[in-house]
């Protein structure tokens, strides 16, 4: 295939988004005013190698697509010291390496997927992109946690999480955005965002991502209580508590089937994955309320993420429980997360 010819003023961003199954990745060519998707894939082949970066190169090639100019990267957390998108250097790395005890389930997986990149593309400037950066605007009611004041200072307090998808949602509606916003992302990890004038003021998430509403296999928030009991009366150490709450629980855990929404809804008859469905529901609901609430009314609700923008029959069994709010305008709009990091990858290097 012949070479695509691109305007001179363009950055070409690869941008990384590791899951914990799969690398998805984007090309785009970054201008002044938009992110122009040239390229969206993804590699089922878990954690990602350098295999992985020889199967995108070979993909750009086939297509006739440039090389990059810059990565951009999806960095779950940054801790305490990392709260705005920035380039990776040796001093990024070490404050990525501190703040490993507050992302035990997607930290080491960006620090290698960072590694990885560097080797591969040598010379190329990478860029972290934060998902709690969008959060650093919340006021200290909704980021300080109920606990002693010591513990403030070590950086443990709500931080929030989907950054990068909430801010796909508002350069989406730019001159629409209402001044209340309620932004449902629902997938396989699911937060609700409160958004006023395009700023984040509460979120469900808190400390790291496995809190908040019910999600695939996450628990969310539980009464500190349960936690204590499974370390009384279970005998369960920190690790085994965290393998609990992160990978069993959630769907899965309610229903004993499937983490899987799509799943739960071809065994529907089954009661437990009837079970799972409603209590999902149930809790997006009461969090949605929640934040109609901080906001003082709500202009617009927005799901995204893969159950929100593709489930209808969750989005009604959510959204039809809001009468009492005034029956707001309900949309699904697609979380374009790497069209984000791309965005930011121009802006950082700019800069």
Request: net charge negative.
């Amino acid at each position: 295939m012949a070479p695509i010819t691109l305007a001179p003023d363009r950055d070409i961003v690869l941008a990384l988004n590791s899951g914990s199954s799969s690398l998805k990745y984007g090309l785009y060519a970054v201008g002044p005013d938009d992110a122009e998707e040239l390229l969206s894939a993804a590699i089922e082949t878990g954690a990602p190698d350098a295999a992985s970066f020889a199967a995108i190169e070979l993909a750009l090639e086939t297509a006739g697509l440039p090389a990059p100019t810059a990565i951009g990267h999806r960095v779950v957390h940054g801790g305490p010291h990392l709260q705005r998108h920035c380039r990776v250097d040796a001093d990024v790395i070490a404050k990525l390496e501190a703040a490993l005890p507050f992302a035990p389930l997607h930290g080491p997986a960006a620090l290698a997927l960072l590694r990885l990149a560097g080797a591969h593309f040598p010379g190329l400037p990478q860029v972290a992109c934060f998902d709690t950066a969008f959060h650093t605007t919340l006021p200290d009611a909704a980021s300080v946690l109920p606990i002693p004041r010591a513990l403030r200072g070590e950086g443990v307090r709500r931080y929030g999480f989907h950054g990068l998808s909430c801010e796909s949602i508002v350069h989406q509606l730019r001159d629409d955005l209402p001044e209340r916003v309620v932004i449902a992302h629902l997938g396989n990890g699911a937060s609700v965002t409160a958004v006023r004038a395009g700023r984040s003021i509460d979120t469900s998430m808190g400390l790291t991502p496995s809190g908040g509403i019910v999600m695939g296999t996450r628990s969310g928030d539980l009464d500190p209580g349960v936690i204590l009991y499974l370390m009384r009366e279970k005998g369960l150490d920190a690790a085994s508590i965290e393998a609990l709450i992160d990978r069993q629980s959630g769907l899965l855990g309610i229903s004993g089937l499937s983490g899987d929404m799509r799943r739960l809804h071809e065994r529907g008859a089954d009661p437990d994955a009837r079970l799972a469905i409603d209590i999902f529901c149930h809790a997006a609901r009461k969090q949605v309320g929640a934040m109609i609430a901080v906001l003082g009314g709500i202009d617009l609700l927005v799901f995204t993420g893969g159950i929100g923008e593709h489930d209808a029959r969750v989005r009604a069994a959510i959204a039809d429980g809001l009468g009492w709010a005034g029956s707001p305008e309900v949309r699904a709009l697609p979380s374009q997360e790497d069209a984000q990091i791309a965005r930011h990858v121009r802006a950082v290097l700019s800069a």
